[in-house]
């Protein structure tokens, strides 16, 4: 009897495979074909029920590979630090320590900008 852990590395190589990746691959252009297609409203008119079904069969097939991969890989399909998406209240990037990504402006900036959001004058801009 195998192990879970023997089933986890088992799923993860077959999901690695090139078969799989291949297929998701050509579900993502499909799924872009199909995408393109619904946006015409005489393709729609025609044949809007089977794109319809065929893309919410794509996304079903998304999820499964998502699932497998999840269930194989546990939690580290997704990256542990997404610094390109985390704002740091100073107008940092969160924990960044590369100053490329630091505002040269730092707090003042980020409350001008949050200012300029809500609509008001920015601190200093009379």
């Known amino acids: 009897m195998r192990t879970i852990a023997a089933w986890r590395t088992r799923a993860g190589e077959w999901i690695e495979s090139p078969g799989p990746r291949n297929t998701v691959i050509g ?5 872009a074909a199909l995408l393109g297609l619904a946006t015409y409203d005489p393709v729609m008119a025609v044949a809007g ?8 069969i794509i996304v079903g097939l998304f999820a499964c590979e998502i699932a497998i991969r999840l ?8 990256p542990k630090r997404l610094e390109c998406l985390r704002f ?14 630091q505002h040269p402006e730092g707090a003042a900036h980020s409350a001008g900008v949050a200012a300029a959001l ?3 004058t920015p601190a200093g801009a009379d």
């Not at 579900?27 to 799924?31: A, E």
């Not at 740091?88 to 990504?101: K, W």
Request: net charge positive; proline share 3%.
């Open 49 to 56: 029920q089977p794109v319809l079904l065929a893309e919410n």
């Open 71 to 78: 269930f194989a890989q546990g939690t580290t399909v997704f």
């Open 88 to 101: 740091h209240h100073r107008g940092n990037f969160a924990g960044s320590r590369h100053r490329s990504l």
């Open 27 to 31: 579900l993502i252009v499909l799924n």
């Open 118 to 120: 809500h609509g008001e």
